[in-house]
């Protein structure tokens, strides 16, 4: 006769099943299970990442991949959101540093300590640590990465004359790279941050020139297309209302409008291009702009005749 | 006896729950053995989504059935299928399904937390900086066809204009409005677009007003309302100007905020990026500049109660859907809705007999233009529509082990001809360059024209001066007191809920920083220890760069919050009411941060 208290333990063989026949198996070379614990950690599954760490580490220790993986495990304690432990992740970094990574894993680990001693509030030992990275990496992304997190520590208040030595610092250190559109590394995320430095500080001119390497060096793909449109507006407002030069203004007004068409601040761009003689009628016509009729063009460009 | 009998009845029941536990296993059983057999026969991707409207359903079931056949004739068995999930019970789905790791291949963005986005689904700037190569194949093909018709001559001009560029400018919005800021990714391609219009009933125009043109000014508006209320109350029929309800209350708003206080957000605009932020309109509260006596705040919310007056008694109680129900059944001459609604209206006008049904128009929202005797020294100009955005978009969750094939369907989905398909069977507006409206959708095309901005004293999204205003504004707006009343009862409660708001933003700012540098850290690894190419090289710089703009965002914006507060300190006027406005407010911040 069926009993009820087998119930549990039926339900129970039947969940196993249930999981045996629904399961997906996970990667079983250290290989692979190094690329999934990054994946996970990427998707910020630290607890998923942290298990294929500890697996590649207990399989490979002494191994390129073995320190890998203890890097990865350092990052999770250091960067958790919840139950961050520095200490721990300070000392996995040191014996990775002992180890005799290559070079980069070397920077990016030296990168992540003086992150760590900027949350400990250490900002000597963080200065220590970024004043390396900037003298001998200021070529590549994690020098300038260490550029960028030094003047944010030292810049003090925005309008300070702190600030303004700061920017002037690092401006130094700037003019020293080259980049290209192609490559533009950190460069016009520093110019932005410079550029804000100096606009808050009223340092007007300078403040233009790094937002307008923002507009130069960076992209809508290698930044942001927000941000791109955004700094064109500021651009073309502080040429027409601060610098009161209105050919400049045009210009900005014109790329806004012409480049970055799809910001709700385009048309009022394109109208102000129009005024400022930066755009013909063809060349708006050719933009081919929904709602943009003759007879609009007719008004917008009747108004850029009252001005000639 | 009777003991026994109970135990009797015990065990029946027991035996009941046990059979319907049997049904569940056996039917969860079923579910996975189905699945896994689908999957032996063919590569199954599923697609979840929330439209359950007929036309949606039946545009994707075309789309899959194309693609199917596509990939059939490539030697590969596929099979799409599509879930559609009830809105209220969605975002309890997705949630459910991307937690236990069960979630389908693709997923509908939208109505659960962003933050999602960044945990659970694909980034697809990769892809979408790559040619479609559908649109390639298609211009190719055009390109050496002979004989083009007209139609064929549009499509090779559109596509030869963005086919062998990346995908993203195949859109109308360049995919913009898919653009996660805070990600710094693309995690969505959309199939749609949508913008909101008047729908109005042509036969009543004729009846009521002696014609059937739509108004061309806000004055115009105002003066058929009367004129059609005027009917009603002569005639005795049943007829309102204009069915509302709260949502459509916000719609009018929402337009006549911006036609009216465009102005003011760039006036605020302290940093000059293009618009007033939540601090930059407290601080100009502060100032005194902005208070709930500003001309043009004023006459935007004078605005929209005038036109109120021809809003049914009680619009407040109303849904949408009842006011939908009231147009379509013509007991009212005008409403305001979206494009997602024409096809059911349409269907419903058809649907009522025959003396009931009636010819629909549809016209924008009037403008207040500069001629305009009441508000017209105010008047900005038009919203501009030039970033609706796409929406009905998926995206691929991390989940699915056919990324490949998913991303081929969507670049698929979105070619001109497929985007102009599905979107006349959904009755929606196309987001494809080249893809054509159907003729109803025309009139919903997205407006470039117009301006950008619109003040009032939201401090932050979901913020409590956001609340108080809206709280404020209803009995307002239903009549329940003046405006004196309403600009009094804002600027007395503001401080303290204005207080509450910045000390929010302050701090959030600090404390969403771990969540960024976790992102960046992870940026970071990727360039150092990923693939080496230079092409993959140049991406992750990209990627690591995108990543340290919200962070950097968020490290410098208490900065920037101290520096804009003591500026601002410095221009507080003598003004006693504005005084009195800081006072209140510093006292409450006070407050706030001891507690």
Redesign the interface.
């Known amino acids: 006769m069926f009993r009820f208290r087998y119930f549990p333990f039926f339900f129970v063989l039947l969940s196993f099943l249930w999981v045996g026949f629904a399961d997906e198996s996970g990667p079983t070379q250290p290989t692979d299970m190094l690329e999934r614990a990054w994946e996970e950690y990427r998707f910020l599954s630290l607890d998923q990442a942290k298990s294929y760490f500890n697996q590649v580490l207990s399989k490979e220790e002494g191994t390129s991949r073995g320190l890998e993986a203890k890097l990865g495990l350092a990052m999770i304690r250091q960067y958790a959101e919840s139950g961050s432990d520095l200490t721990g992740a300070e000392a996995m970094y040191k014996e990775i540093l002992a180890a005799g990574p290559e070079t980069e894993v070397a920077d990016l680990v030296r990168s992540n300590l003086a992150d760590l001693h900027i949350s400990r509030g250490e900002k000597d030992a963080a200065l220590a640590l970024l004043d390396q990275l900037i003298e001998e990496r200021l070529h590549s992304v994690i020098g300038q990465d260490a550029l960028l997190r030094k003047v944010v520590l030292v810049m003090g208040e925005f309008g300070s004359e702190q600030s303004v030595a700061a920017a002037r610092e690092a401006e130094e250190k700037l003019s020293e790279v080259e980049v290209s559109t192609d490559r533009p590394l950190l460069v016009p995320i520093l110019s932005s941050l410079l550029g804000d430095i100096y606009f808050r500080a009223d340092v007007i001119e300078s403040a233009v020139a790094h937002y307008e390497r923002y507009t130069t060096i960076g992209s809508a793909h290698s930044t942001n297309y927000a941000s791109q449109a955004s700094q064109l507006y500021r651009l073309a407002n502080i040429y027409e209302n601060t610098l009161n030069q209105p050919d400049k203004a045009g210009h900005f007004y014109r790329r806004l409008a012409t480049e970055y068409s799809n910001s709700q601040m385009a048309y009022y761009a394109l109208e102000k291009a129009i005024l400022y003689n930066a755009i013909t009628r063809d060349e708006v016509r050719e933009l081919r702009l929904g709602g943009v009729t003759d007879e609009i063009l007719d008004e917008l460009f009747a108004v850029k005749g009252e001005r000639n | 006896m009777g003991k026994s009998n109970k135990d009797g009845g015990a065990a029946w029941v027991?035996y009941v729950g046990?059979f319907i536990?049997l049904v569940c296993?056996a039917g969860?059983?079923w579910n996975?053995i189905s699945a896994?057999r689908q999957e032996s026969r063919a590569d199954v991707i599923r697609l979840v989504h929330w439209q359950l409207e007929l036309g949606v359903r039946d545009g994707l079931e075309s789309l899959i059935e194309q693609f199917e056949a596509y990939k059939k004739e490539q030697g590969q068995t596929v099979e799409v299928v599509q879930i559609p999930i009830p809105e209220r019970a969605y975002n309890q789905y997705v949630t459910t399904q991307l937690i236990g790791g069960t979630a389908p291949d693709m997923i509908q963005t939208g109505m659960f937390p962003t933050e999602y986005l960044?945990?659970?689904f694909h980034p697809l700037s990769v892809y979408l900086?790559q040619p479609n190569p559908f649109n390639q194949a298609r211009l190719n093909e055009l390109e050496s066809a002979d004989n083009l018709s007209e139609d064929e001559q549009k499509l090779k001009e559109a596509l030869s204009s963005y086919a062998d560029g990346p995908w993203m400018n195949a859109f109308?919005?360049?995919l913009?409005s898919q653009?996660q800021?805070t990600f710094?990714e693309y995690f969505g391609v959309g199939f749609s677009t949508f913008t909101v219009r008047m729908y109005y009933n042509k036969n009543l125009f004729q009846k009521a007003l002696g014609h059937s043109r739509p108004p061309e000014s806000y004055a115009e508006l105002l003066e058929f309302a009367k004129g059609i209320q005027r009917y009603a109350q002569e005639s005795g029929e049943e007829v309102l100007p204009i069915a509302s309800s709260k949502y459509q209350v916000n719609v009018f708003k929402h337009r006549y905020m911006a036609n009216l206080t465009g102005n003011l957000a760039r006036k605020f605009d302290l940093?000059?990026?293009?618009g007033a932020d939540g601090l930059e309109k407290l601080m100009a509260m502060l100032r005194g500049d902005f208070t709930p006596w500003t001309p043009e705040y004023a006459a935007a919310i004078d605005a929209v109660q005038q036109l109120a007056i021809f809003f049914p008694k009680g619009f407040m109680a109303l849904g949408r859907e009842d006011s939908g129900f009231a147009f379509v059944q013509g007991k009212a001459a005008m409403i305001t809705s979206g494009s997602w609604d024409a096809l059911s209206y349409l269907n419903n006008i058809k649907n009522q007999p025959a003396d009931k049904r009636f010819e629909v128009g549809i016209f924008d929202l009037p403008v207040i233009t500069a001629e305009d005797e009441q508000f017209g020294e105010y008047a900005v100009g038009r919203s501009?529509?030039?970033?609706a955005g796409t929406g009905f978009a998926f995206g691929i969750t991390?989940y699915t082990r056919h990324l490949d094939l998913c991303v081929e369907f969507l670049q698929f989905a979105t070619t001109p001809e497929k985007n102009t398909e599905l979107n006349l069977i959904a009755g929606w507006i196309p987001v494809v360059h080249g893809a054509v409206p159907g003729e109803l959708m025309k009139n919903f095309?997205?407006?470039?024209?117009?301006?950008?901005g619109a003040t009032s004293f939201d401090i932050m999204p979901g913020g409590k001066a956001l609340l108080l205003e809206d709280q404020i504004y209803w009995p307002f707006i239903s009549g329940d007191f003046g405006y004196d009343t309403y600009a009094e009862r804002l600027w007395q409660a503001l401080p303290a809920e204005a207080a509450t708001d910045f000390k929010r933003m302050y701090e959030s700012s600090k404390e969403s920083i771990?969540?960024r540098?976790?992102?960046r850290?992870?940026f970071?690894?990727?360039?150092?220890?990923?693939e080496q190419s230079q092409e993959a090289r140049?991406t992750n710089?990209?990627n690591?760069?995108?990543s340290?703009?919200p962070l950097?965002k968020l490290?410098?914006n208490q900065?920037?919050i101290?520096?804009m507060l003591?500026?601002t300190l410095d221009q507080t006027p003598d003004d006693p009411r504005v005084q009195a406005f800081n006072q209140a407010f510093f006292r409450a911040l006070d407050r706030e941060t001891s507690n």
């Open positions: 027991n046990l536990l296993y969860a059983f996975v896994k960044g945990r659970f900086q109308t919005d360049g913009r653009y800021e710094q940093d000059r990026s293009g501009s529509e030039a970033a991390r095309e997205p407006n470039y024209v117009g301006y950008f771990p969540n540098q976790l992102r850290s992870a970071l690894s990727t360039m150092v220890l990923g140049i710089e990209v690591l760069q995108r340290l703009e950097l490290m410098i900065k920037k101290d520096h003591a500026k």
